[in-house]
Nanobody, 123 residues
Framework: QVHLVESGGGLVQAGGSLRLSCAAS????????MYWFRQAPGKEREFVAR???????SYTDSVKGRFTISRDSAKATLYLQMNSLKPEDTAVYYC?????????????????WGQGTQVTVSS
């Protein structure tokens, strides 16, 4: 059974930093694109960042220059380093992967998702 488990969320002041982790188990995700999404209260879930199996990276415009996505295939772990945090970054953050290798399409609701970790940025 596949599991994605996020950790590292918390409460931080504006301008601060957090590093999120997503531990994968149940199968190797080295050949999968891995994603970070977030969902703020009352809003739809939105794409944050993506890293492919080959290391190509994409970010949503609002986090460019502040967030860094990375992966450690040996540890089966995905990371999101978040710097210069803003109150509008407050959300539940999810890691996810599509249900197929070598696929860059956004994960569907029934693909692989973690349970989420809360990030709260105070002003």
């Amino acid at each position: 059974q596949v599991h994605l488990v996020e950790s590292g969320g918390g409460l931080v002041q504006a301008g601060g930093s957090l590093r999120l982790s997503c531990a994968a188990s149940g199968r190797s995700f080295s050949n999968y694109a891995m994603y970070w999404f977030r969902q703020a209260p009352g809003k739809e879930r939105e794409f944050v960042a993506r890293i492919s199996w080959s290391g190509s990276i994409s970010y949503t415009d609002s986090v460019k220059g502040r967030f860094t996505i990375s992966r450690d295939s040996a540890k089966a772990t995905l990371y999101l380093q978040m710097n210069s945090l803003k109150p509008e970054d407050t959300a539940v953050y999810y890691c996810a992967a599509p249900d197929a290798t070598y696929r860059l399409s956004l994960p569907k609701p029934d693909d692989y998702w973690g349970q989420g970790t809360q990030v709260t940025v105070s002003s």
